[in-house]
């Protein structure tokens, strides 16, 4: 295992229409683990992800990827947004949303390569939607849409997978397809981060866990954290003090930090 | 047609409308029909301010003019929307009504002035593209070109911003510079079509063309040629009868062609049409008489222990309740299929259609009993439902079913479940 973490957050907190969604949070996360997220309905999972990936902003704090800000490391890191995220009944193809995850700066104005669309295919037969290649994506069921999604992160060939609740609205045989699959991009040494849900399965996905609610729980080998205690903790009602300030923050308009973001060392 | 200028404005109006449908394609996907709109009515007082500092109405003059404001306008609605408390649909009204008042104020003025006649600038309104002479028909069709051709340039970053724009976020793509592209292309287009179609109705061509032809395709190139092409015939049509009687407008009569090319597609559309709807009921409709039918003789005959016994219309009637005619209908599909024999007011299953009537039954009979035993059920309340899905289950459920069910051989009724037959 490397030395430098795959993801390092620092003191990172951020706000959404002035209420912060995450405070305060640090951890680091080693490099080739699987890893869950957990944490209740509104406790910043998602947020966590979108700030690793640069979709929201900060009120303080940062994030480091590989020891290095986002921008630095772009190509290297595979998001898979909710697929609640987008609208389903836009029209085009299984093979269309796959290839988009072939677009870099540098070809979006060309015709999709020979080798990206053999790449985009092989990333399709690995979901095993072949059968379903040239098929709208609004004519699929949902647990072939997620398998759209993760065909297209595939195709990115990242080493750090970020994927928000990938197992949503799906169906069993889905599920442990799709867990099969990160278990295979663990074995090749890539780092897999997955928003999780499913209280019952964490033990037996996962090998490192992340627990939040609002504030970071634990963070650690799931041995370690995945504990009665720190489980009441995430989702116990022990944090209505802190969700009561963060409601007064939204209300009166309160900056969170005296000065606001400082700059990444 | 004598007059050579009528083949060049028409020329002109068709690929102004291309472009414009093109354009109006993506603003429609990106759930922003109604920025056009906003755009358009914008455009008016640029015009009118174009026209007052240079004193003449020089195309490329009136050009920039429009251009400016409908940009400003685009502007004023996305800061409203994102720095007020203003909602989208609010922030676009607000707009919209602002620019045009404006506009109108100038408008109005210029007209009173008296050189308002002389500039015609009121075509702005509506529209008059017959009154366009060649030099700025060939400036305004090669400008509309540029738009198509810049959008052909984009149209595969653009896309994947379109449908996922986190996802492009996260992928490095340039989204913010994309999005600009399009907000600037749709203002361009619209500044170039106001002259022929007018500020009031040019939302309309950005729109109604895609509009029509997401009826007929669920596929991006599809609809885009479908859009370009509703838009053309449209334009062609309304360019053509302002010729004809030249009193008229060009703008009303384009928008009338292309709202009646959208209520086409909204009635007869192949993948959404209305038609195409009814068509997936009726279709489903005689699917569930024809298997009803093979269910109800399937079972008189397991009540005498005769499957393929030949059984009076009545007898049939009376135990399964079905319009004569739907009844003729299934009858005779039946036997088309090879699954009923007919003889005078009599008909019977063949060995194919006992098979086909006793997987009915037993799609109905295991549903029953999913019901009671995995959904807690009581037993009189399950036959209404089963009627339903007995007909939509396919062989992968109905293993599913058999197995989680461990292999049953009673209902919930006690009516024994029929074997698995493999179909002839």
């Known amino acids: ?265 | 047609m004598t007059d050579p200028n009528v083949l060049w404005v028409l020329g002109g109006v068709v690929l102004m409308s291309i472009s414009a449908a093109a354009v109006g394609s993506f603003t429609l996907l990106q759930k922003r029909a109604l920025i056009g709109d906003a755009v358009a009515h914008a455009i008016l007082p640029g015009i009118c301010l174009a026209f007052l500092l240079s004193g003449g109405k020089h195309p490329l003059v009136l050009l920039a003019g429009a251009a400016a404001t409908g940009w400003l306008g685009l502007v004023t609605v996305e800061y409203l929307t994102r720095h007020t408390r203003l909602k989208g649909d609010a922030a676009l009204g607000l707009t919209l009504s602002v620019y045009y008042g404006a506009g109108a104020l100038l408008l109005t003025s210029i007209q009173r002035s008296g050189a308002g006649a002389q500039a015609g600038l009121d075509k702005f309104l509506f529209g008059k593209a017959a009154a366009m002479v060649r030099e700025d028909v060939l400036l305004f069709a090669g400008l509309s070109a540029a738009v198509l051709i810049v959008l052909a340039w984009i149209y595969k970053p653009l896309t994947a911003v379109i449908f996922d724009r986190n996802f492009a976020l996260t992928a490095g793509l340039p989204v913010r510079r994309l999005e600009q592209a399009l907000s600037l292309l749709t203002v361009f287009i619209i500044a170039l079509g106001i002259q022929a179609v007018g500020a009031v109705l040019m939302a309309a061509l950005l729109i109604t063309p895609a509009a029509a032809a997401r009826y007929w395709t669920h596929d991006l190139r599809r609809m885009l040629v479908l859009a370009c092409g509703f838009a053309a015939v449209s334009a062609a049509a309304g360019a053509w009868i302002s010729y004809l009687l030249p009193r008229m407008p060009t703008g009303p009569w384009v928008v009338l062609a292309l709202t009646l090319t959208a209520g086409i597609s909204i009635a007869a559309g192949s993948d959404r049409g209305l038609a195409a709807a009814w068509q997936r009921r009726r279709q489903n409709r005689r699917k569930i008489d024809r298997e009803n039918l093979l269910k109800c003789l399937y079972q008189l005959g397991e009540a005498d222990g005769q499957p393929e016994a030949m059984r009076l219309h009545s007898e049939i009637a009376a135990r399964r309740d079905m319009p004569p005619a739907r009844l003729r209908a299934a009858l005779h599909a039946l036997r088309g299929e090879g699954l009923l024999r007919q003889e005078a007011g009599r008909a019977g299953l063949t060995r194919a259609g006992a098979a086909a009537g006793s997987r009915v039954t037993r799609l109905h009979r295991l549903w029953e009993l999913y019901l009671t035993t995995h959904l807690d059920l009581p037993p009189d309340h399950v036959h209404e439902e089963a009627e339903a899905i007995e007909h939509i289950l396919t062989p992968e459920i109905e293993a599913a079913l058999e197995s989680k069910l461990n292999f049953p051989s009673l209902d919930p009724h006690n009516s024994p479940i029929p074997a698995k037959r493999t179909l002839p």
């Open chain 1, 1 to 265: 295992m490397n030395s430098i973490p795959a993801i390092e957050l620092h003191s990172l907190t951020v706000s959404y229409d002035n209420k912060p969604a995450l405070w305060n949070t640090d951890y680091t996360l080693p490099e080739g683990v699987l890893a869950g997220i957990i944490g209740p309905n509104g406790s910043g999972k998602s947020t966590m992800l979108k700030a690793m990936m640069g979709l929201v902003q900060p009120a303080s704090g940062y994030v480091k990827l590989f020891g290095q800000p986002l921008d630095a490391v772009r190509q290297r890191v595979a998001y898979v947004p909710q697929r609640s995220s987008v609208d389903w009944d836009f029209p085009v193809t299984v093979l269309d949303v796959v290839l988009m995850g072939r677009y870099r700066p540098g070809n979006l104005f060309r015709r999709s390569s020979a080798h990206d669309r053999e790449l985009a295919m092989e990333c399709i037969r690995k979901v095993q939607l072949e059968p379903f290649v040239g098929r709208q994506i609004a004519r699929l069921s949902g647990g072939q849409q997620q398998r759209v999604f993760i065909a297209r992160a595939l195709a990115q060939q990242a080493d750090l997978y970020l994927l928000d609740e990938p197992f949503a609205g799906v169906d069993a045989a889905t599920e442990a397809a799709i867990m099969d699959l990160l278990r295979e991009m663990r074995s090749q040494g890539r780092t897999v981060v997955v928003v999780h849900h499913d209280l019952q399965s964490v033990a037996e996905y996962f090998e490192w866990l992340v627990m939040v609610n609002t504030r970071l729980v634990a963070a650690g080998p799931v041995a370690d954290v995945f504990t009665a205690d720190k489980l009441q903790q995430t989702y116990g009602g022990s944090l209505s003090i802190l969700s009561q300030v963060g409601e007064l923050v939204r209300q009166q308009a309160h900056p969170v930090r005296e000065t606001p973001r400082p700059p990444m060392p």
